[in-house]
């Protein structure tokens, strides 16, 4: 018997003469293994096989004397398969499976007869369900379906896995890899040319990273969010359109309690992948989108113009004043101009350091999460040490928000109905000198103020309150309804989700966003301009620190309030006792610049996001 598989070998060798005959110079010829071996290893398999060009001797390199092993003194080892294949043992060995005592033969059973895959996924999936996927769970998804089509764009076990380097998908606690669930998902859905070729919905990315999950995602903390498969599950990826897919509306409640333990059919309705750009499928969202863009364009096309204008205007201004005081001329010279007058009450002054504070601290952990794309939006978070600190940190400033909110309120209600010394009735007060109403002299102010810039007219005195101060103050109530409301929408999701349809969290997320965007933008380039900036202050008005100013200051800018006092005899009532001491001025005004800077430092940071590519 032995003699007739010698004898086949040699007519297959002379058939096939390259894989045999190649190795005619080995200490032992294959054709004498196959003399015992031929029962298990067919010639003309192992001939066509990758390892065809090889001879035994080169995997099972022990036997080096053939009389020795035919005694048994010589036994067959374990292949070293790294020497040949370092690239894929190195791999291997930074794997679970080798973790787990899965060597190379456990996969490749068939050494004798395997074959070049040629980039064919099949043939690692039908290695793969050797031992996993035995419910053929993966199988029945439409990544393995379309697998098992011939879709070689389709996910196979390698294209999530890899081929030898398998990486955990838990940690060492056992949670979950959430990046891992969610990178492997990226390659394939961030390819935009493969998902159109694939009739696959092609946003599914950009979308998912515009959200609070993907932002998170972005930024480094996936842990702290959902992620594709959380959703989508990991193996058993199936249409929303089918009843037991994970996103079938008939399932969904169940899978928002995965995380949202008390989600009710409204918080469903929430668009994951909702697209604001796409007004014929998310009408809501468009017009959302439009109207605060249209509010944000609309706002700092306005006030930049008029900042801009204010700059130019006051840097003449200034000029002018210099060569009048060459030439010996004094501009509103006052007497006892150097004399402190009181402006704000130290109440005015704490509101205004929690809303400092407070405001300063939503905007840095807040615009991280909206430029999370940007590498300084990532240091940022990492030096919260994450995004749950920055969280606690928003919250907290929002809740301070909230504090300041409501003293303006009260002072408000007291101003209006409770306040002795003010005449006149509720009308009378709403609408009077004192009150940041809005009212018909603004129109006065505000056409005055057009003719200065324009070389037109002289500066207007004002009264108590500018028109841009008015602005500032009613825009904290409209604040307070768009970025607070959406914020507490978006901070209590599953309270809300209760009575509201989930597609509002959408709505909310624009509304926030945009908002925050418009709110910091205007305070860090408008009102810094106006409060500090202007030429006539730069580079700070200490006023709202130390609630004084002078008497030239008063006369000069609040002309009309200053002469409004004089004709009611209050002047004195005014006048400050004593100006603030140099302790005070050192440590307010260190903190006013850190404030400044701070805040110039953001809209430098948020100018580049703008203007960086992406």
Not at 30 to 50: E, M, N, R, W
Not at 89 to 99: D, Q, T
Request: charged share 20%.
């Amino acid at each position: 018997m032995r003699f007739i598989y010698i004898a086949l070998f040699i007519a297959v060798s002379l058939a096939v003469p390259t894989p045999a005959r190649a190795q005619q110079g080995m200490a032992i010829d294959p054709a004498t293994c196959l003399g015992c071996h031929g029962d298990k290893i067919q010639a003309t398999s192992f001939a066509a096989s990758v390892h065809g060009k090889n001879a035994c001797t080169s995997c099972h390199v022990e036997i080096t004397d053939l009389a020795r092993h035919m005694k048994g003194e010589i036994k067959v080892g374990k292949v070293q398969c790294v020497r040949c294949h370092k690239k894929e043992a190195a791999e291997h060995f930074a794997s679970v499976h080798m973790l787990h005592d899965i060597g190379c033969a456990s996969c490749h059973t068939d050494i004798h007869t395997h074959t070049y895959w040629k980039k064919d996924k099949r043939a690692v999936v039908a290695k793969c369900i050797q031992c996993h996927d035995k419910e053929s769970v993966y199988r029945q998804s439409v990544h393995g379906m379309a697998v098992a089509a011939g879709n070689q764009d389709s996910a196979a076990c390698n294209d999530c896995h890899n081929l030898h380097e398998i990486k955990a998908v838990t940690g060492k606690d056992g949670r979950n890899n959430s990046e891992f669930h969610t990178k492997v998902c990226l390659r394939c859905h961030s390819d935009r040319k493969m998902m159109e070729r694939n009739g696959v919905f092609n946003v599914a990315v950009e979308t998912y990273m515009e959200s609070y999950h993907g932002k998170n995602y972005r930024l480094g903390y996936p842990e702290r969010v959902a992620g594709c498969t959380d959703c989508h599950t990991a193996h058993a990826v199936l249409p929303g359109r089918d009843p037991r897919s994970t996103v079938n509306p008939k399932n969904l409640v169940d899978t928002c309690r995965k995380c949202h333990s008390k989600a009710t059919f409204l918080f469903t309705k929430y668009y994951p992948h909702g697209e604001h750009t796409d007004r014929d499928k998310y009408p809501v969202l468009y017009w959302t989108f439009l109207s605060m863009t249209g509010l944000l364009v609309s706002t700092f096309a306005v006030f930049w113009l008029h900042t801009l204008l204010w700059l130019c205007r006051g840097f003449i201004e200034n000029r002018e004043k210099q060569a009048a005081l060459e030439s010996g001329e004094l501009f509103h010279a006052v007497h006892d101009g150097h004399k402190q007058y009181r402006r704000f009450t130290r109440r005015h002054i704490f509101l205004h350091l929690l809303v400092i504070t407070s405001f300063l601290g939503l905007a840095l952990t807040g615009l991280p999460l909206k430029f999370s794309s940007q590498d300084w939006a990532k240091m940022l978070m990492y030096f919260y040490g994450g995004s749950a600190n920055a969280g606690l940190i928003h919250r907290i400033c929002a809740g301070i928000t909230m504090v300041y909110f409501g003293s303006a309120l009260a002072m408000s209600i007291h101003f209006l109905f409770l306040r002795k010394d003010l005449p006149g009735n509720f009308l009378q007060r709403l609408f009077g000198p004192d009150s940041l109403c809005p009212n018909l002299r603004d129109l006065k102010d505000v056409t005055g103020m057009v003719r200065w810039f324009l070389l037109r007219g002289p500066k207007p005195t004002f009264e108590r309150w500018t028109y841009w101060e008015k602005f500032d103050f009613i825009a904290v109530f409209w604040g307070m309804f768009a970025i607070g409301g959406s914020g507490l929408m978006l901070w209590f999701p599953q309270f809300f989700g209760s009575f509201l349809p989930g597609w509002a969290f959408n709505v909310a997320t624009i509304v926030h966003s945009d908002e925050a965007l418009l709110a910091t933008g205007f305070i860090f380039t408008v009102h810094f301009f106006n409060t500090h900036g202007r030429p006539e202050k730069f580079p700070m008005d200490f006023v709202i620190f130390n609630g004084q100013m002078s008497k030239h200051e008063f006369i000069e800018e609040r002309g009309d309030q200053w002469k409004r006092y004089e004709e009611q005899g209050v002047t004195e009532q005014y006048k400050a006792e004593k100006s603030s001491g140099p302790l005070y001025d050192f440590f307010f005004k260190a903190f006013g610049f850190l404030a400044l800077f701070t805040g110039i430092a953001l809209l430098c940071m948020m100018t580049y996001a703008f203007i960086a590519p992406h």
